[in-house]
């Protein structure tokens, strides 16, 4: 193992993240750590553990779990022994005081990381439903693993933005790894110190400004920069903050977070005169010279440590404006009576494929049966369900989405627009390897539109399909359309979100029967993008005239589509055009 002078900075930071969390768990929130399970990993983990007391609780939180688990409710057991609501904790409220890991946590649903968020918000956690009223203590931490690929969905921001640190080791490899410099005595000693460690407003407004210069827009992050401060000055056994502690806080809570590359002030000109001195306060003290140039001289070392630690590849995206990080893409959530993932449960009867779920009509039966007991004959007690106690399982799968390229096969210019929508399409299917995603292409050109390749995932399907198309004939527009249309109706019957990307220059001439006639075919053309807005189809146009077409923008508008003109665009800008669409339920 390499001593950790040699070892990878992500580590480090990793390694220093763990330590000032160790120090202060729930004033700290937690820690987001970005890698995939393995070696590098459960070093860490078991890092944390070693630094934490032995007594402090250590809980996983199953992906799966509920949250009668997880919130606390009723005890079903003790209830039907003793007739009467019986409360028990939940995993959170076992973990009080200790530390919460999260696998997976990218795939969390807003509804639980905002239940997350309320905990450490509040520092504890209620049960009132089912004749159950109890509150319990609940002052934790928690440490999420993303597990995504850079293009997958990111942690939800209710959970994320109340998570101190940040933290990378998706690219560390096992040889990089170093030890932490601090061991749990160190821990414990920092933790009687913190209440007593001050923090002198100067570097206060320091550590806001630089929170202000990378773009950082919530404030939560610069009052756990605040809090990071002050857990390494503890840790050092200082009982004030020093500008090393605010550094150290800034590099692990700020730069993670910046959105922009600070600006540097701009020298002031040779020949500008200076400003003149501010005179003293009327009946008070001038104020020490010089107090402001040593304020801007510690914040521009901070925004100077923090940009230091950003990644080169951070730091390049920040300059050209770009994202970190795409928000990814994926289909729609929509409920099922048969399958998918558990969700809860609601009052009904199980019928039509619905599934009768015992667990939670037991529980909504126990608090009634002393009372039905009273009632009952006499004899051998048994526990009695009603129908309005009978509960069946709410179930929610995310639908696929199949993007349906509409391409316009006609003119003298179709081959470059061909070779567009080909780089597009293999992209995509490239893409929908991972996200088991579909793409379907329909090209009109002459007298009718043909389709070339169903919803499919096979990409040399698309590359055989799109090399064999020829160009050139009138536009029969409406056809298209009306392909387009009937293509969607069938994914959505197969439970998909069908996504409709056309590429023309909306200048039709050929009508809906086959005829001729600028004019007919233009009213065919609208009627039929008025009827694929009346289907509330997601559809994207993307216009291939050389100049901006009014057609086509008319033809957009009746759409209800987004309109991109892209004459010269390739593959990636079309397939960012695409993911930006938002998806909309069948």
């Not at 999260?102 to 807003?110: I, K, N, T, W």
């Not at 049960?127 to 597990?147: H, K, M, N, S, T």
């Amino acid at each position: 193992m390499n001593a950790e002078a040699a070892a990878d900075p992500a580590w480090t930071d990793a390694v220093w993240a763990a330590t000032l969390f160790a120090v202060d768990p729930h004033g700290l929130g937690g820690i987001t750590l970005r890698t995939s399970a393995g070696p590098v990993r459960d070093h860490w983990t078991a890092l944390l553990r070693a630094l934490l007391d032995a007594r402090q609780p250590w809980r996983r939180m199953p992906s799966h779990i509920g949250d009668e688990r997880l919130l606390g409710g009723l005890d079903l057991s003790a209830t039907l022994q003793a007739g009467r609501p019986v409360a028990q904790r939940g995993l959170l409220a076992e973990s009080d005081g200790g530390v919460v890991l999260v696998p997976m946590a990218e795939r969390l649903s807003a509804a639980t990381a905002a239940r997350l968020a309320h905990v450490l918000d509040r520092g504890e956690i209620g049960a009132e439903r089912e004749g159950v009223a109890q509150r319990w203590p609940c002052r934790l931490g928690i440490v999420a693993f993303d597990e995504g690929r850079d293009d997958d969905p990111a942690l939800p921001s209710a959970l994320a933005d109340r998570l101190a640190f940040r933290c990378d080791l998706g690219a560390l490899g096992w040889g990089y790894i170093g030890e932490a410099a601090h061991g749990a005595a160190d821990i414990q000693a920092a933790r009687q110190r913190l209440p007593q460690v001050t923090l002198a407003e100067p570097i206060a407004q320091a550590l806001c400004a630089t929170a202000l210069r990378m773009g950082v827009a919530s404030l939560r992050a610069s009052l756990m920069a605040l809090r990071a401060a002050r857990a390494a000055a503890a840790l050092h056994g200082r009982s004030e903050v020093i500008e090393d502690d605010a550094r150290l806080a800034a590099r692990l809570v700020l730069a993670p977070r910046a959105t922009v590359a600070p600006a540097q002030p701009e020298p002031p000109a040779d020949e500008a005169p200076p400003d003149p001195p501010p005179p003293p306060p009327e009946g008070g003290t001038e104020s020490a010279p010089g107090r402001d140039d040593a304020a801007q001289a510690l914040e521009d070392r901070l925004i100077d440590a923090t940009q230091a630690a950003l990644p080169a590849g951070l730091l390049a995206a920040l300059l050209s404006g770009e994202a970190a990080r795409s928000a990814g893409r994926v289909g729609a959530l929509s409920g099922s009576p048969r399958s998918g993932r558990p969700v809860g449960s609601r009052a009904g009867s199980p019928r039509g494929g619905a599934r009768l779920n015992l667990i939670d009509t037991l529980r909504a039966a126990a608090p009634w049966q002393r009372l039905r007991a009273a009632s009952a004959p006499p004899g051998p007690q048994r526990v009695q369900v009603r129908g309005s106690d009978l509960r069946i399982a709410r179930l929610q799968q995310r639908a696929a989405t199949a993007t349906l390229f509409v391409i316009d096969a006609s003119g003298s210019s179709a081959l470059h627009r061909l070779a567009e929508a080909k780089g597009a399409v293999n992209l995509l299917l490239a893409e929908c390897y991972v996200r088991r995603d579909q793409v379907g292409v329909i090209a009109f050109r002459g007298r009718a539109a043909e389709v070339l390749l169903p919803p499919t995932r096979s990409l040399v399907r698309a590359k055989r399909s799109l090399a064999e198309l020829p160009g050139g004939g009138g536009t029969p527009l409406a056809a298209g359309l009306q392909a387009a249309l009937a293509m969607a109706t069938l994914v959505r019957r197969a439970g998909a979100v069908p996504v409709v990307v056309l590429l023309t220059d909306g200048r039709a001439n050929v009508a809906l029967d086959g005829g001729p006639g600028r004019a007919r075919a233009e009213a065919d053309a609208l009627q039929m993008a008025r009827l694929l807005r009346g289907a509330r189809l997601t559809a994207l146009l993307v216009d291939t005239s050389p100049q901006p077409s009014a057609a086509a923008q008319r033809l957009a508008q009746a759409m209800d589509a987004p309109y991109r003109t892209l004459p010269h665009a390739g593959a990636v800008e079309l397939s960012a055009a695409v993911r930006a669409l938002p998806r909309q339920g069948h």
